[in-house]
């Protein structure tokens, strides 16, 4: 269950969202087949109530979302792509750590 | 400085579990700190059909939860941390993970392994991008394309067998004329129409690092030193697994390999430090050899400290 900080992004408010954003956004690229995802997804609830404020987190169903999948060519899940004023400026593919994760968002936000 | 414990347990595969699954019936409340791969590689895989009890095989992730389910029914303390350091120099032994502290009179080491990389720059660089070490998690993304598995073992074969159900075609890469994997396994690769097989090679590049995203391999004929380019749109590679040590660098005795020294079932160097599962076994590698290292690190661990 993801936590009431995580917004939940589509292909129809991805652009909306980002622009709207007074923060730098972290998107959670995922699906519901994918094991490592979920392992990460408690990690991500974490994230987001700790920076909650400085930091907008969002999550992305790829079933769901082809077009920003293809977007940003992502051929791997969990990715988590940075946002700031729209632009990508980070990404981690694959598990990470809560503390590699905060030190991947502190230098922008 | 949180309490003094009986037993801490790094790692949450099958080993770490089993061992919490025996230290908690035996009333020592472990602690198992599962670390940023809980559940360890068989989270990554599909159907399991040789782990015993399930005749009809069971899925990887499925069995995961059911041991560590079987762990906390018994009183083990699951925390999600990922261990960061460890001071293995005095008893009691500390462990750090996420900034807190935790004393243990003994330790059971359960880390496991992760699968190794080719070493090319570019497959750094592609990673996510077309190139993965996990198939089930991103084979999704393949439908209908021509992709590349590398490697030449079981696990190999499997992520080869289970891509053929999304990839056009799979090329399966080996740097030898035969395959290592069991026989099984090369029967049902051999027979699946979507599966072709580039002997005696290995992969020299990843093409293509400027529009960031796989559009093929360079592969070296090791015979002839040829080059060749295949087009392809991932590269999946299962050339093996590299212990998950580096934790303990210069406080433990590992071997050449970076692999944990074990002797007398599951002691190490270091008295009251037990180490189970893939981080101390480069030769048998399976779900039920790591069980069964997990009970014998919990027995040593119990007897260590009535000792």
Known sequence: MASEKVLTLTDGDFDSTLQGASTPVLVDFWAEWCGPCKRLGPTIDAVAAELDGKLTVAKLNVDENPNVVGRFGIRGIPTLILFKGGKAVDQVVGLVSKDALKDMVAGHI | MDTLRDVIIIGSGPAGLTAGVYTARANLKPLLIEGVMAGGQLMLTTEVENFPGFRNGIMGPELMAEMRAQAERFGAQIVQGDVTSVDLGSRPFTVTADDTGYRARTLIISTGASARLLGLPAETSLMGHGVSTCATCDGYFFRGRPIAVVGGGDSALEEA??????????TLVHRRQALRASKIMQDKAHANPKIAFAW??????????????????????????????????????????????????????????????????????????????????????????????????AIDAERFLES
């Not at chain 2, 005696?200 to 015979?223: A, C, F, H, P, Y």
């Not at chain 2, 040829?226 to 210069?250: K, M, W, Y």
């Not at chain 2, 160097?269 to 599962?277: D, I, N, P, R």
């Open chain 2, 161 to 170: 067998i289970f891509l053929t159900k999304f990839a056009s075609q799979v």
């Open chain 2, 200 to 297: 005696n090679s290995v992969v020299q590049d990843i093409t293509d690092t400027s529009k960031g995203e796989v559009t093929g391999m360079v592969l070296r004929d090791l015979l002839t030193n040829e080059l060749r380019t295949i087009p392809v749109d991932g590269v999946f590679v299962a050339i093996g697994h590299t212990p998950n040590t580096s934790l303990f660098v210069g406080q433990i005795d590992l071997d050449e390999n970076g692999y944990i020294k074990t002797h007398d079932g599951t002691r190490t160097s270091v008295a009251g430090v037990f180490a189970c599962g893939d981080v101390q076994d480069h030769k048998y590698r399976q779900a039920i050899t790591a069980a069964g290292t997990g009970c014998m690190a």
